[in-house]
């Protein structure tokens, strides 16, 4: 069995209590390793070597070019060990392998894409009613902690990394205790590339026991959370105590709304893939499928016949389209709301329960479809995080928009239709941070990713990204001599 270490200050640490956790396999309950659990203790010694790397260290001052060149570095490093990495990744957190190798493939473009932008983060000067040389210098924040998930582990680590680095800061990233790995072994890449010690810290722990130092210690300058909206309100709470800047990326109840004019093979394809890649631990899942009534019993039986094409496994094995969920504990939550949408009264029209012919310890459940579900239910209004979907019929385009922003979430909205008044129509009247057309899920690391509402707060990715780690500072040369003769 593995024993991973913690990568603190450019050293390979354990905890100082020498308290480890177990990392399981979801899809066998096989342990993979075992990590190192941080305590608040642990935690504050990274946040030192992140604040020394940044205050003393050499980063701050290295030049965007040479920045770039570490990142180039780090999203080489990624494609050399690229099937390693994808199969890792499959075994830590469950996802169909072919999943994790489009996951492990984005990550490297994404310190890329980051790389190159190094050299276009900018100032600007102003034309001022003063005779002043007015101008803006784009400075880092210094040190961010960034606290991760578990349903994307390495794409959601280079989310972070790519940008915080590129921009000149230092981190501390905490991945999800239940799916460490990948980060660990980016530390390992990132070591490769000889990034000065301190500037990336990766560090393991749960969220109460190590996650909370990062937002509440004022020896850290920015926090970026992606997680749930119950830990994103508190970590606000925390980081409010020093006014720290913030970034969240949170939950979402999405809708995916058919309408009768739509393709109808593309609909049925993107309502499933909306609602079953990565076992719906998706937080863009087009979890709430809103479907006009007019075609609402043909497009439930096409769902249903493709259903049995979905095969659960081990993400391992070929063929694979749905593995396992995260935890055992994770598919007792999810258990929980399929129970709570029969005692509302949908009609479950397949799945519910753990595939019975699968010979395996893994935490399987079958792709979940309720019908008639009405916009009250908890099944439509609560993140389930899980392959159920729900779906809500309607009559009028009013009547889905307004359904579609009965929400206190704002993340993602799919619309399928010919018809691109409507279409444009739909996308401007959404109260949500992305919206498809005619397509579900595929984003890009151009373009910015996050949440209106209760999903949270700024942008992840693209140019928006950047602006997330850094700060902006105002600077007047005075190019009159004369006192200014005030007194
Ligand atoms: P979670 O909120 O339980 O945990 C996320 C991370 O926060 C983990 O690293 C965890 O250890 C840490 N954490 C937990 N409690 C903490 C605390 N008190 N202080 C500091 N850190 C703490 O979420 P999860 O179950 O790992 O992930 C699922 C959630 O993430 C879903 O709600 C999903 O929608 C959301 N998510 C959002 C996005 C997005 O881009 N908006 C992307 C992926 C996942």
Known sequence: MKQYRAWVGGEWVVATSGQERQIFDPGNGEVLGVVPEFSREDMDHAIDAARYAFDQGPWRKTSALERGKFLFAVAAGIRVKASELAELETKNCGKPLAEAEFDIADAANCFEFYAGLATKIHGETMSVPANSLSFILREPIGVCGQIIPWNFPLLMAAWKLAPALAAGNTCVLKPSELTPLTALALAEIIEETGIPPGVVNIVTGTGPGAGEELALSEKVDKVAFTGGTATGKRIMQQAAR??????????????????????????????????????????????????????????????????????????????????????????????????????????????????????????????????????????????????????????????????????????????????????????????????????????????????????????????????????????????????????
């Not at 969240?248 to 058919?258: D, H, Q």
């Not at 949908?346 to 309720?370: H, M, V």
């Not at 109260?431 to 707060?457: D, L, R």
């Open 242 to 487: 020093s006014i720290k800047k913030i970034s969240l990326e949170l939950g979402g109840k999405n809708p995916n709304i058919v309408f009768a004019d739509a393709d109808f093979e593309s609909a049925v394809d993107g309502a499933l893939f909306g609602a079953f890649a990565n076992q719906g631990q998706v937080c863009s899942a087009g979890s709430r499928l809103l479907v006009e009534r007019s075609i609402h019993a043909s497009f439930v039986e096409a769902l249903l016949e493709k259903i049995p094409r979905i095969k659960i496994g081990h993400g391992m094995e070929p063929g694979v389209k749905m593995g396992p969920l995260v935890s055992s504990a994770h598919r007792d939550k999810v258990e929980a709301y399929i129970q709570i949408g029969r005692e509302e009264g949908a009609t479950l029209l397949c799945g519910g329960q753990r595939p019975n012919d699968l010979n395996s310890k893994g935490f399987f459940l079958e792709p979940t479809i309720f019908d008639h579900v009405t916009p009250s239910m908890r099944i439509a209004r609560e993140e389930i995080f899980g392959p159920v979907l729900a779906i809500i019929p309607f009559d009028t385009e009013e009547e889905a928009l307004q359904i579609a922003n009965d929400t206190e979430y704002g993340l993602a909205a799919g619309v399928w239709t010919k018809d691109l008044n409507r279409a444009l129509r739909m996308v401007r009247e959404i109260k949500a941070g992305i919206a498809w057309v005619n397509t579900y899920h595929p984003t890009f690391n151009e373009m910015p990713w996050g949440g209106y509402k209760q999903s949270g707060i700024g942008r992840e990715l693209g140019l928006y990204g950047i602006e997330a780690y850094l700060e902006t500072k105002q600077v007047n040369i005075n190019l009159d001599e004369a006192p200014i003769g005030w007194y």
